[in-house]
């Protein structure tokens, strides 16, 4: 497998099916702790699954398990597109 960095890549720019490494979750208040707490954790694996209508919002798929996620989160996750 190749890895490749996408500078300035976040979760939200994923396509449905691209996997990417969480590099990072930006921020320190409430809603990154609230990330950190549903296991969206620097190094985890992730993969975008699906988008509703207007894109908002995202499914992802970290740990074995399904979370949607709002737009506006899912651009504080900094990622590493796995490809």
Known sequence: MVLLYNA???LDELK???KATIL???GDGP???RLMAMGLLEGSDISLTRRALGGDPVEVQVMGY???L???E???IEVRLLT
Do not use: C, D, F, K
């Open 24 to 26: 990072r979750i930006e």
């Open 31 to 33: 809603l990154a702790q």
């Open 66 to 68: 399904a979370l949607s």
């Open 8 to 10: 300035g890549m976040t």
């Open 16 to 18: 449905p099916g691209q």
């Open 70 to 72: 709002r737009r506006e």
């Open 74 to 76: 899912a651009r504080r």
